[in-house]
T-cell receptor, first 109, second 114 residues
Framework: GEDVEQSLFLSVREGDSSVINCTYTDSSSTYLYWYKQEPGAGLQLLTYIFSNMDMKQDQRLTVLLNKKDKHLSLRIADTQTGDSAIYFCPSGGYNKLIFGAGTRLAVHP | DAGVTQSPTHLIKTRGQQVTLRCSPISGHKSVSWYQQVLGQGPQFIFQYYEKEERGRGNFPDRFSARQFPNYSSELNVNALLLGDSALYLC?????????????FGPGTRLTVL
């Protein structure tokens, strides 16, 4: 069945780079997304990558996609305290997204 | 432009009661999806409606139902509430064929069942 796996927790120092990894089983997605959820809030789309691309850069964010291994990663350069949140990499499309448990990113001074 | 709006923001109910949650999509969006997010977990897909018809349903019991109105707003109804229904209920709207098929999420309704 469809599944998304992420490591649950990541702690980084302010100013360092963060790398959040994700593996998924559904290979039919046209787009792959990274959503951010701050405490008590809804989900905000951070960035996305088209499934036939292998890299996308968007300011401090770099998305890498290895379609063969079904592995997606998000790199955040110069991580700031405002980046502390839960990050999700759902598979699926406009009609249905499949979420994993999310990765909680903690940024410390 | 207003984003996705949901009401109420918080709700407390007791076991056995019924609840109705409301969602207004972004103007022009005809697709609305509902998700349940239990504390500490990722959102789980409940329903998707497009053009007032159910187009997808997740693995939820029949106590959960929804509908979409001619103005594309939507209601999620949960009957015979259980303690395990306590969660953040998220609504998302999208425009199929849009730039990246993005789903835009509302702030959610936090339901507590006592």
């Amino acid at each position: 069945g469809e599944d998304v796996e992420q490591s649950l927790f990541l702690s980084v120092r302010e100013g360092d780079s963060s790398v959040i990894n994700c593996t998924y089983t559904d290979s039919s997605s046209t787009y792959l997304y990274w959503y951010k959820q701050e405490p008590g809030a809804g989900l905000q789309l951070l960035t996305y990558i088209f499934s036939n691309m292998d890299m996308k850069q968007d300011q401090r964010l770099t998305v890498l996609l290895n379609k063969k291994d079904k592995h997606l990663s998000l790199r955040i350069a110069d991580t700031q305290t405002g980046d502390s949140a839960i990050y999700f990499c759902p598979s699926g499309g406009y009609n249905k997204l499949i979420f994993g448990a999310g990765t909680r990113l903690a940024v410390h001074p | 432009d207003a984003g996705v709006t949901q009401s109420p923001t918080h709700l407390i109910k007791t076991r056995g009661q019924q609840v109705t949650l409301r969602c207004s999509p972004i103007s022009g969006h005809k697709s609305v999806s509902w998700y349940q997010q239990v504390l500490g977990q990722g959102p789980q897909f409940i329903f998707q409606y497009y053009e007032k018809e159910e187009r997808g349903r997740g693995n939820f019991p029949d106590r959960f139902s929804a509908r979409q109105f001619p103005n594309y707003s939507s209601e999620l109804n949960v009957n015979a509430l259980l303690l395990g229904d306590s969660a953040l209920y998220l609504c998302a709207s999208s425009s199929p064929g849009g730039d990246n098929n993005e789903q835009f999420f509302g702030p959610g309704t936090r339901l507590t069942v006592l």
